[in-house]
């Protein structure tokens, strides 16, 4: 599967933004699929998984950020409020079709789109 992301650009802290992950390739609604990020001089870092319907959130994104997909169009999406300078960072989607790995961990994905940079300006 080959993962495109897109919709990231340049928010006033408060604002929303809507990232979008196009997948091409069979079967993808088997797949789960997650957000990771990675800002300036730091590890990447798990955002959010969607896995058999359910959904896992790292603690500091929690009511701000949601994670969903439409399968019927290949599609995965981070809807973001509320957005804070620290999320600031280059956002990857992430896909694999193996299960019983830590959703959270970004060595259990096998697939990732090429990013996609948000930053929040103060």
């Known amino acids: 599967v080959q993962l495109q992301a897109s919709g990231g650009g340049l928010v006033q802290a408060g604002g929303s933004l809507r990232l979008s992950c196009a997948a091409s390739?069979?079967?993808?609604?088997?797949?789960?699929v997650a957000w990771f990020r990675q800002a300036p001089g730091k590890e990447r870092e798990f955002v959010a998984a969607?896995?058999?319907?359910?959904?896992h959130y790292l603690d500091s994104v929690k009511g701000r950020f949601i994670i969903s997909r439409d399968n019927a169009e290949n599609m995965v999406y981070l809807q973001m409020r509320g957005l804070r300078p620290e999320d600031t960072a280059l956002y990857y989607c992430?896909?694999?079709?193996?299960?019983?790995?830590?959703?959270?961990?970004?060595?259990?994905?096998?697939?990732w789109g090429q990013g996609t940079q948000v930053t929040v300006s103060s």
């Open positions: 992430a896909a694999d079709l193996r299960y019983g790995f830590d959703q959270t961990s970004q060595r259990s994905y096998r697939y």
């Open positions: 969607l896995t058999r319907g359910s959904t």
């Open positions: 390739g069979r079967a993808f609604s088997s797949y789960r």
